[in-house]
């Protein structure tokens, strides 16, 4: 599966239609989508998308997305697929791997462009980054916060 892009706090990670399909079309043998390790700030770690959603999905039709951190670390951040992106979320992985994101992130069907591929990411955000203003951005509905 291809490779994540750091861009500054940013990390794109496209998605080629093919890719997606065939994650689809063999969910339960292949599994999530896992990218290569990626350090940002300091923090590394990977990310995971569910194309059809994680088993702890709530919504027919969603997809699922998460950050796995690779050491113990607190972070703000804000994960997007395609177009669509979550609220500010806030963890703590005290003991540095465990998945941190989204069970419903959005229809993948929104997220998907003309071709049918997907650039899915997270931007890490600075400490202090006001939550509040943050309360409306959850387009989504539900989604937890770890898995």
């Not at 990218?35 to 994680?54: A, N, Q, T, W």
């Not at 703000?76 to 992130?105: C, K, Q, W, Y």
């Not at 997907?118 to 898995?147: N, Y």
């Amino acid at each position: 599966v291809g490779f994540p892009v750091v861009l500054g706090r940013k990390v794109e990670w496209p998605l080629f239609a093919h890719q997606v399909a065939r994650y689809r079309n063999n969910a339960v043998e292949l599994g999530p989508m896992i990218s290569e390790d990626v350090v940002v700030s300091g923090i590394p770690f990977r990310l995971k998308f569910y194309p059809d959603g994680s088993a702890l999905r709530q919504t027919d039709g969603f997809c699922s997305l998460y950050l796995r951190t690779l050491k113990p670390a607190n972070l703000r951040f804000r994960l997007f697929t395609g177009n669509v992106a979550s609220p500010i979320l806030e963890a703590t992985s005290a003991t540095g791997s465990r998945d941190l994101g989204r069970h419903d992130m959005c229809f993948l069907k929104d997220a998907l462009d003309a071709s049918g591929g997907v650039v899915i990411g997270v931007e890490l955000l600075p400490e202090g980054t006001d939550m509040s203003q943050d309360k409306d951005r959850d387009k989504m509905g539900g989604g937890g916060s770890g898995s």
